[in-house]
């Protein structure tokens, strides 16, 4: 019976015994405002939850001279877990299929597209989280976000 049980062990694909992201609740880390400071700018992402099957959220770089802002979801549909991003280049918002999910890693992927074609979140703790956005032939940049704590009202 034991080997048996190795053997049905052994054949089961692998891919099936992996922690899936079926749920938003796994992406609950996401939730709150975080800042990444750059030479020459500084970013900012934040997230809140709107429902059981939706985040919404922001990223905005400001610099000296300019300020760009991105509206970003993540949504839980019918066929998985979706990354949409609405850029002011694109007339409609991009989406990137959730495609991995395990321990600290989140991806996102959309080969369709011109850049990017991956964005990942790796979970580093509680405070900080590094986002790596690569295309095809190496291009791409990593960021490295830091929980920004807000102050909190006296009366609450």
């Not at 610099?63 to 066929?79: A, F, P, T």
């Not at 495609?99 to 074609?117: G, Q």
Request: aromatic share 10%; net charge negative; charged share 20%.
């Amino acid at each position: 019976m034991k080997s048996l049980l190795l053997l049905l062990i052994l054949l089961t694909p692998f891919s099936t015994l992996a922690k899936q992201c079926n749920s938003l609740n796994q992406l609950t880390g996401l939730m709150g405002k975080w800042q990444s400071v750059q030479a020459h700018s500084t970013l900012q992402e934040q997230w809140h939850q709107v429902s059981d099957n939706t985040f919404e959220g922001s990223n905005e770089t400001y610099n000296d001279q300019w300020q760009h802002n991105e509206s970003l979801r993540l949504v839980n549909m019918s066929g998985g877990i979706y990354y949409l991003a609405k850029v002011r280049q694109n007339p409609l918002p991009v989406a990137f299929k959730l495609t991995h999910c395990k321990d600290a890693l989140a991806v996102f992927e959309n080969h369709d597209h011109d850049f990017p074609n991956k964005i990942e979140y790796y979970f580093i703790e509680s405070q900080h989280i590094r986002v790596t956005v690569s295309g095809q032939d190496n291009q791409g940049f990593e960021l490295k976000f830091t929980r920004v704590n807000e102050p909190h009202n006296k009366d609450e």
